[in-house]
């Protein structure tokens, strides 16, 4: 079966950075996409970055420019870069993985951006 584990989570302070790190576990199809959704205490959760098999990448607003998402295909992971964090940012971080009949989700981590 698919699993997914998020890394890289933790307490930072304010314009600082992360890399987020998602190792997916089982055999996925070539044709999907893979991105990071976050959501903060009381708010819904959102996506925040998603990168194609085929390349393109989404990326929500408020972290364009400031985020970067990247996939290696040969170990199947996908990182999530993380800088000028503002506290806005504070959430939990989960990763997923999305082929045509099916979605992975893994446990997510914390990530807190505050003095």
């Known amino acids: 079966q698919v699993q997914l584990v998020e890394s890289g989570g933790g307490l930072v302070q304010p314009g600082g950075s992360l890399r987020l790190s998602c190792e997916i576990s089982?055999?996925?199809?070539?044709?999907?996409?893979m991105g990071w959704y976050r959501q903060a205490p009381g708010k819904e959760r959102e996506m925040v970055a998603t990168?194609?098999?085929?390349?393109?990448?989404n990326y929500a607003d408020g972290v364009k420019g400031r985020f970067a998402i990247s996939r290696d295909d040969v170990y199947n992971s996908v990182y999530l870069r993380m800088n000028s964090l503002k506290p806005e940012d504070t959430a939990v971080y989960y990763c997923n993985v999305r082929e045509r009949f099916a979605s992975y989700w893994g446990q997510g981590t914390q990530v807190t951006v505050s003095v």
């Open positions: 089982g055999s996925i199809s070539r044709n999907n996409a």
């Open positions: 990168v194609f098999s085929t390349g393109p990448t």
